[in-house]
């Protein structure tokens, strides 16, 4: 059950990642840093650390994790990869990619990790943190994004603490994530590969490594739903309304490029995804732009229209989400 005692922040430092490793080595929940968004890590091969991950989260059901390891040689041996999965492992890992896959039967991720499921998320995260501590876990770490369930996703250490202090025993600083949206998930599992969740990889290149487009991802209704494909997700406290041409009274706002909305001089708080309108650093500022904006107090965030293109898909994904009724 959550504690109340404070989360330690480690130093990405070899004894901050030695103290995370025989953390998670012990069951331990450690945060930890990857490209795209911070991790809530435990132990992928024990079932009790695993049921502590939703504990944390308030995670109200048992949706599947991914499960991060260190080598794309450790990944084969956790799932079963056909030709479109071993390419894009190939061409993507390490990186913002996850793979869903038909879980080896001699895999170690166990089956609360996968929700029951038979097949597996894999991914091998490029960030150097993530990567040293993995190799220092030697085992699978089940990580979904260090956030309370249903809310943004942390993308700095001190977001993790806003959300999680007290409920996990610590989290490693590595920084700002550079990527700042998660992971693109997409399901190789027999059939043509599926995007699930737009992210970090955009369309386009998945696209180009597979020499086809991948086909769109889950059907509402159809299993698994994940927590990606909940209505309501990534959602700050304040109402979000989307594609903004005009500011009403009170609300704050999310500028993306040279657009600037009618009313622009009275709003409660402003925030720039990227005045030069590049989707990367777009996507790299945007969790920390709704939490900020979020502590304004305004009642609603008014989001200028963000273009699909590169990142934009994964972008206004997440903001779709967190504009979805709660
Ligand atoms: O960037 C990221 O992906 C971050 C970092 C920490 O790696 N993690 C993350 O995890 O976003 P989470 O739990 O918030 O999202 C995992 C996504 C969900 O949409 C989940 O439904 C999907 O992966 N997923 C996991 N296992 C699956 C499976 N076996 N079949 C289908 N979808 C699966
Ligand atoms: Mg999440």
Excluded: M, Q
Excluded at 77 to 98: I, Q, Y
Excluded at 248 to 267: I, K, M, Q, S
Excluded at 283 to 297: M, Y
């Amino acid at each position: 059950p959550p504690s109340t005692i404070p989360t330690l922040r480690l130093a990405a430092d070899a004894d901050g990642l030695a103290r995370a490793a025989a953390l998670i080595g012990a069951g331990r929940l450690v945060a930890l840093p990857t490209e795209t968004v911070y991790g809530l890590g435990a132990d992928a091969t024990d079932p009790e650390a695993v049921a502590a991950i939703y504990a944390a989260k308030g995670r109200p059901r048992f949706n599947p994790l991914i499960a991060h390891v260190a080598t794309v040689e450790a990944a084969l041996g956790e799932g079963t990869f056909d030709e479109a999965a071993l390419r894009l492992a190939e061409h993507f890992w390490p990186g913002p990619l996850t793979l869903v896959v038909p879980a080896a039967s001699t895999g170690s991720v166990c089956d609360l990790a996968r929700a029951g499921l038979d097949s597996v998320a894999l991914r091998v995260p490029a960030h150097a943190t993530a990567r040293a501590l993995l190799e220092r876990v030697g085992r699978p770490v089940a990580a979904p994004s260090a956030n309370r369930s249903g809310r943004v996703s942390p993308t700095s250490a001190d977001h993790v603490l806003t959300d999680l202090d007290g409920r996990i025993a610590a989290v490693l600083d590595g920084g700002a994530c550079p990527v700042g949206v998660e992971s693109s998930v997409v399901a190789c599992l027999g059939g043509p590969p599926r995007l699930l969740r737009p992210g970090g990889v955009t369309r386009a290149a998945i696209a180009a490594v597979l020499g086809f487009a991948p086909e769109a991802g889950g059907d509402p209704g159809s299993r698994p739903v994940g927590p990606g494909l909940l209505a309501s997700h990534y959602a700050p406290r304040a109402g979000v309304r989307l594609d903004a041409t005009g500011l009403e009274p009170g609300e704050a706002v999310l500028l993306f490029g040279a657009f600037r909305p009618a009313g622009l001089d009275r709003a409660a708080a402003v925030e720039t995804l990227s005045a030069r309108g590049d989707p990367a650093e777009a996507a790299a500022r945007l969790f920390g732009a709704l939490r900020r904006l979020d502590a304004s107090g305004a009642p609603t965030i008014a989001v200028v229209p963000v273009p699909e293109e590169g990142l934009g898909e994964a972008i206004n994904d997440r903001l779709r989400r967190a504009a979805a009724p709660r």
